[in-house]
């Protein structure tokens, strides 16, 4: 079943797809970080290279980055960097997005098994024969999504402005929004738009439940509350705590809180997103609400990983050229918009 309690034309994917066999290397040793840290500085120099990391990524890999950031910000950085080549410290629809904004610059991803659960959701013969059982409406997809469901799609958006990308598309318009039904739930209820959603998830995100989030504001009443619109929780926790719940992309998180007179805050995604916080709003305090909110492929890249990508020009990644014309248009139009 759809949300909308439609039929699906193809058997809807309700199951956490986890990462199954990745296996995450072990923390590396800090002492060893500084040296491979200049090193990777002074090939990424030699070979012309930007090197963008998310939020999610290794503490030692987003200091290590020209440019921290959430999916738009990079996706923004990837389509006007100046370098010939980008190194994409994140998962490979990420790096298929750069290569798509940036079909001339070489795009390398140091772990090719950085995948992600939530656009493996959904192939593009499923959403092919969703659209066939909705003709005529307009497919928003999430940027979490391989090249060629993007290429199937009228719109992509980030968790960062997926509600302008929403509100920028005429009301009588029927909207198919995908893959994610949390992130789909709550753009219903803030943009008052019926959608209808496909039934994905991200296992992280769907890992936090309401209850990790109720007992820390039991114990925490004063702390503000910044939940990632992918959480499994998202509109249980707007119950339990109204106002004070701030539903946000990992940017927008680290902008609220550099600006919040606040001094605790508690955190629903992934924990990498902790380093960033710390940095950039230093002498708060940023607790998780579930620290075994881990996502494993973005875990996947090490320093030694990315100074063996640079060093050697390795992973290249390429989308073929029929595909990333037809993604361009739709991740064109989610860059656009604010
Ligand atoms: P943002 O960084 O765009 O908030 O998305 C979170 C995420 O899950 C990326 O994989
Ligand atoms: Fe995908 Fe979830 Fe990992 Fe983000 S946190 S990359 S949505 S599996």
Redo the contacts with the bound molecule.
Sequence with gaps: MTLDGSTPAAPMPLTAFGPGSVVVPPPGDPATFPALQAEIRELAREHNAVVLA???ERPEIQDVADHV????RLSRIAASAPESTIVFC??SF?AETAKILSPDKRVLLPDLAAG?S?ADSITVEQLRSWKAEHRGAVVVSY??TSAAVKAESDYCC???NARAVIDAIPADRRILFLPDMFLGLWLQRVTGRKLTIWLGE?H??AGIRPSDVAEWHRREPNAELLI?P?CGCTSQVIEIAGDEAHIL????MVTYAERSSADTFLVA??VGILHRLEQKAPGKRFVPVNREAV?QY?KLTTLEKLRDALRLGVHEIDVPAEVAARARVALERMIAIA
Aim: glycine share 10%.
């Design positions: 998310h939020s999610y950031g959430d999916s738009l994140g998962v990420m992600c939530l940027v979490n980030t968790s960062s991200c992280v995100h990632h992918e992309s990992t940017e927008g995604t992934e996502c973005m």
